[in-house]
């Protein structure tokens, strides 16, 4: 678990052995991850006879919906990623190559007062995405 305190499963969500399932998944989880991953994940530890696909995505939605996961869409792709939420938020850089997704240590919004024009827009959150190419991606001397 990459929290310090222990979470339990959201008391306002009715609980399943599918939704417990999913959410030790994502809470165990260190970098966002898509629908069929966590279907993956369920099939390899649990079997596959009580999970559906469409199960996985009714409970993601339904964490989704409480506030619990953060689901996000990398530029280009058409592919959800969730990451259960532990109050903070993360942004990445994704290698262009491999498609790994590197944490940035902390938001670089997180001391900057952003103001419009006319104070006429009210900014509630943001997403950023860094593009590029990792460590093992990047050939030295070779033109990426």
């Known amino acids: 678990m990459k929290n310090c305190e222990e979470l339990t499963f ?3 969500i009715k609980r399943t052995k599918q939704r417990e399932e999913i959410f030790r998944i994502l809470s165990e989880e260190t970098e966002p991850v898509s ?3 966590i279907y993956n994940r369920l099939i390899q530890t ?3 006879s009580n999970f559906a696909i469409s199960t996985v995505y009714r409970a993601l939605g339904i964490f989704e919906e409480k506030g619990y996961v953060s689901k996000s869409t990398l530029m280009g792709g058409d592919m959800a990623y969730y990451e259960w939420n532990f109050g903070t938020h993360k942004h990445y850089a994704i290698c262009l190559k491999c498609h790994k997704l590197i944490a940035l240590k902390k938001c670089p919004f997180e001391h900057t007062k952003i103001e419009t024009e006319n104070d006429d827009f009210v900014i509630t959150g943001h997403k950023l995405e860094l593009y590029g190419y990792c ?4 050939v030295e001397g070779e033109d990426i």
């Open 10 to 12: 959201p008391k306002e």
């Open 135 to 138: 460590k093992e991606c990047r």
């Open 46 to 48: 649990c079997g596959n």
């Open 35 to 37: 629908a069929v991953d």
